[in-house]
């Protein structure tokens, strides 16, 4: 699990081969949605602790595996 802070002010974390951007903190954990949600409609989502420390969480699983070398996706 590795956080990559963008400059855009959300930042993106990599865990088991795909990427998230932050969705939303909530109370006690923050919600992640997968980098390609809007271009695959894939609904891949996650959770962590606050401290993005740790999975809480699994959500839903991505639909399928994604090249990582898509064109026009950074990181
Ligand atoms: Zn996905």
Redesign the pocket.
Known sequence: MEIINSNNNKPKLYFEG?MYVLKHTGKSSITWR?S??TM?K?P?TMYTDLEISKIVKSGIT??II?NTQAKQERG
């Open positions: 795909y997968c390609k949600a695959l894939c891949g991505h639909i994604h």
